[in-house]
């Protein structure tokens, strides 16, 4: 066989460290345009990028030409260092550990990404971490509560 030929669609959860609400609303679509740049600058076709101000959802189809953890990692690095330059908050940003990533079939690529593109109006009914535990949950990942998310105490 010549060449690889992929359909790999893959939604990427994570958050801001401590879970603090700290990405500015006035900000959030030149943040998702940047993300959105990042995405393509990896082969990554972005669909639906979506920030909370305490978390992120980045909806992509994803190449084969970087493992899931790579591509994480170098968004939040880029990102973290994007919205410091920038600003936008008085303390150090930075993203917590870790990432969630879940795969879907082409059949579901509008549905996911009219429900990240509607993330406002989801948060209005669901906390973020019940959504996050929600969707794990649906996906079959096995997970421990306690290693979810580290909060600032």
Known sequence: MGDTYTQVYVHFVFAVKWRQALIPREHKKELHHYIGGLALRRNAKPIAIHCMPDHIHIFVGFPTTISMADFVKEIKVE????????????????????????TYTRSLVSRVANYIENQERHHQK???????????????????TRRLFEFFD
């Open 79 to 102: 990102s973290t260092q994007y919205i410091n330059e920038k600003g936008w908050i008085k303390e150090k940003f930075h993203w917590q550990k870790g990432f969630g990533a879940f």
């Open 126 to 144: 669901q906390p973020f971490r019940k959504e996050y535990m929600s969707m794990l949950d649906r996906n079959g990942v096995e997970y421990d």
